[in-house]
Nanobody
Framework: QVQLVESGGGLVQAGGSLRLSCAAS????????MGWFRQAPGKEREKVAT????????YYADSVKGRFTISRDNAKNTVYLQMNSLKPEDTALYYC???????????WGQGTQVTVSS
């Protein structure tokens, strides 16, 4: 069992930055691929960024490429999402998720709200 706790969300003006953190419990964190997802009101959940277990491979949605950076620190059981040049359309509830290798992203956090004002 893995528990994920996100933090770092908040209200920021357009053009600003935020860094989200996701702290994971359990010893298996370093074996999991991790991802950040977001969901805005009335919209489907969107995969924002993913990182493999070692940090050697990352994926970004086209909508955030060049502005967001995903990283991880396996010694701290934490994955990060650095968000720069934020836009109002980035406003959403952001979730981190863990892929244990069985059925895709099978562990999810509660989410942290990001609101970008224009």
């Amino acid at each position: 069992q893995v528990q994920l706790v996100e933090s770092g969300g908040g209200l920021v003006q357009a053009g600003g930055s935020l860094r989200l953190s996701c702290a994971a419990s359990g010893r298996a964190f370093s074996r999991y691929n991790m991802g950040w997802f977001r969901q805005a009101p009335g919209k489907e959940r969107e995969k924002v960024a993913t990182i493999n277990w070692s940090g050697s491979y990352t994926y970004y949605a086209d909508s955030v490429k060049g502005r967001f950076t995903i990283s991880r620190d396996n010694a701290k059981n934490t994955v990060y999402l650095q968000m720069n040049s934020l836009k109002p359309e980035d406003t959403a509830l952001y979730y981190c998720a863990a892929d244990s290798g069985s059925v895709g992203y099978d562990y999810w956090g509660q989410g942290t709200q990001v609101t970008v004002s224009s």
